[in-house]
């Protein structure tokens, strides 16, 4: 004999839709993890990686790798912009960039010289000179940390004074600003002992890592679940007596 009761083609469909809907998200947040996995370890492996020239990818970066390059040129002097307090320490800071521009070539790099970190007061931690000699650079060469939100439109534009500070880090902003074209991608460069800025090699995923978006696809696979239990439970048969 049925436990069940026959139920109405519309909420068999209904729940057949919701279920597929539910595992279909919870998939896709299973793959976002895995591919943030492989990007974590792809990254890990750059520090070590061999040194390229960076004419070999300058304008034409890997999208599945971050490569290691080594570059000559000279820094455009006086000219640093500051992202405003980045995820370095609880006491925020900011991490200095630095146009380079490469030997025989018409576009600018814009090169991380580090992160800064703050001294617990609104004003920007001092800033040694760079020299404009001829100098080699060595680093990684990955994209920019992003946009972010653009709350009061373009910073860079309002300043008059370098160096400049800015919540986010747009490379048209930045070429807009320096009256340049400027590569697709930013170096960060090797760590140096001898230098006073923090430099490490890290993608900043506190926003969406990988554990997160497996904790999703669980939340996911539990609707698709709950959307099951739910449908038996209503169409179950009341015993009489």
């Given amino acids: 004999m ?4 026959r139920p109405a083609w519309w909420s068999l469909l209904l729940t057949l839709a919701g279920v597929l809907v539910f595992v279909r998200l919870g998939v896709w947040q299973l793959h976002r993890a895995d591919a943030k996995d492989k990007l974590l370890r792809r990254y890990a492996a750059a520090a070590g990686a061999p ?4 004419d070999a990818v300058a304008d034409q970066p890997p999208l599945d790798a971050y490569p290691r390059v ?3 040129g000279r820094y455009l002097a006086g000219r640093l912009y500051l992202l405003d307090n ?5 006491m925020g800071g900011v991490e200095v960039y630095a146009p380079f521009q490469p030997v025989g070539q018409g576009k600018s790099l814009l090169v991380d010289l580090g992160f800064l970190p703050g ?12 020299s404009n000699e001829l100098q080699t650079l060595q680093g990684v060469y990955q994209p920019s940390p992003g946009k972010g939100l653009e709350l009061g439109g373009n910073a860079l534009a309002q300043q008059k004074q370098w160096p400049k500070t800015s919540v986010y880090l747009d490379l048209d902003q930045v070429a807009a600003d320096l009256q340049a074209k400027l590569y697709p991608h930013v170096l960060v ?5 001898s230098a006073i800025y923090v430099r490490v090699h890290t993608l900043d995923l506190s926003s969406m890592p990988p554990a997160r978006h497996r904790a999703y696809a669980f939340q996911w ?3 698709a679940l709950a959307a099951v239990v739910i449908f038996l439970w209503l169409h179950r048969k009341h015993r009489v007596g």
């Fill in 70 to 72: 080594r570059v000559q």
């Fill in 2 to 5: 049925s436990v069940m009761r």
């Fill in 221 to 223: 696979f539990t609707f």
């Fill in 189 to 193: 460069l090797d760590a140096d002992p």
């Fill in 51 to 54: 040194v390229e020239a960076f």
């Fill in 119 to 130: 001294n617990g007061t609104d004003k920007a931690p001092e800033l040694p000179p760079l």
């Fill in 86 to 90: 980045p995820k370095h320490d609880s």
